[in-house]
């Protein structure tokens, strides 16, 4: 394999720039941006925009035409050499004539796993990777963490006042942020593969859990995808009149014990069962249930105090997605998380991935600190 240049990098951040693109609609895909470059100058590019539609690959090769013969192709993920629902972009690259392909980061897919590289090696073409490879790992987290451990990627949304509450001891809590923050939580939960929340949640706020902004507004093209809605319901307790039943998009109940259940028959919702961990459904089974057969790459969290502490609580969280706003709630208020620790020692320590000022609020991106941050603290 040749080694990256600056020119190299130039054009694999065009690329992933292209692949961005496909933020919202390439589930359970990964998110693919490809550009073709022939002496120093684009002669073709594309990004994959939804499962079943032509990949990155071959949607720049077809922009770029017979330029592609003897041209450089930067990609994002390296190429796939199997067939699914569309043929191996391996063989479309062969067949162009292109002279070198230049790879992020090597597909986790084991049909795939460094045998897209070397197919093109052994057909005499140039190969690199590496190439910005933790940018492409990023932008698709959820589907390495999926294929590479057998569980999606776990994001916990909260909207908390300055003091860490989310309600009101009564349980008021409308609004705690602003406008913008609950329009950012929008694209959170376009972005994701499914909205998971508790029993509690959906008795106590029937909420709706769907995504309102339109196509327009998320800059996409064609059908908006609305992430799969999944409540764990450990006793069947929501009433087949809850609001996220009668909305476009598919619900998933999973509770601990087999059930009959009408709604499955009216097509509103699939009840599934997950085993038990003491009183409630174990969360490990239910993420692996997940990505195993419904191909989640991303969990979106929006859940009470109870299902967000035990998620905390099970280190079963790799991002926590927290809007601030500036008020101060008082102790009698409800605190985000609900868990215990024996002692300071034990404490789950985070840190600080990204922020931003939105409106009033803040939103803050959080990450666990590794080990060794810990371990110093």
């Not at 998933?252 to 059930?259: E, G, H, I, T």
Request: hydrophobic content about 40%; proline content about 5%; charged content about 25%.
């Amino acid at each position: 394999m040749s080694d990256p240049s600056a020119q190299d990098h130039e054009f694999m951040a065009r690329a992933l720039r292209l692949a961005r693109r496909g933020l919202y609609t390439t589930h359970p895909n990964p998110r693919v941006g490809c550009v073709i470059v022939r002496e120093g100058r684009v002669v073709g590019e594309g990004w994959h925009l939804a499962a079943g539609e032509a990949h990155a690959e071959v949607a720049a090769l077809r922009n770029a035409g017979e330029n592609a013969s003897g041209a450089t192709v930067y990609v994002t993920l390296e190429p796939c050499n199997h067939r699914g629902r569309t043929g191996p972009c391996v063989e479309a690259l062969r067949g162009a004539g292109v002279r070198r392909v230049v790879a992020a980061v090597r597909d986790p897919n084991p049909n795939v796993q460094g045998g897209g590289l070397q197919a093109l090696a052994q057909a005499g073409i140039e190969t690199a990777c590496g190439v910005m490879g933790s940018e492409a790992r990023a932008l698709n987290g959820g589907f390495f963490k999926r294929l590479e451990t057998g569980r999606p990627w776990v994001r916990l949304k909260v909207a908390t006042s300055l003091d860490g509450r989310t309600a009101m001891a009564s349980g008021e809590s409308r609004w705690i942020t602003g406008p913008a923050a609950r329009r950012d939580v929008q694209r959170w939960r376009a972005r994701s593969s499914c909205v998971l929340t508790g029993s509690g949640t959906v008795l106590a706020d029937d909420p709706s859990l769907n995504v309102r902004l339109t196509p327009a507004e998320l800059g996409i093209e064609g059908p908006l995808f609305q992430p799969l809605r999944v409540v764990l319901d450990t006793h069947l307790r929501v009433p087949p009149e809850a609001r996220l039943f009668s909305l476009v998009g598919d619900t998933l109940l999973l509770c601990a014990a087999p059930a009959v259940d009408d709604r499955s028959d009216e097509g509103e919702a699939a009840v599934r069962t997950v085993e038990r961990s003491g009183d409630r459904l174990d969360l490990y089974a239910v993420l692996a249930l997940l990505a195993r057969d419904y191909a989640v790459n991303e969990v979106h969290v929006e859940a009470g105090a109870t299902l967000s502490g035990a998620l905390l609580a099970a280190d079963l969280v790799d991002e926590i997605l927290c809007y601030m706003s500036m008020d101060l709630l008082g102790s009698d208020a409800r605190a985000f998380a609900d868990f215990s620790l024996p002692s300071l020692a034990a404490r789950k320590r985070w840190q600080l991935h990204e922020w931003r000022k939105l409106g009033a609020d803040l939103r803050l991106r959080l990450r666990p600190a590794p080990p060794t941050e810990r371990e110093e603290s």
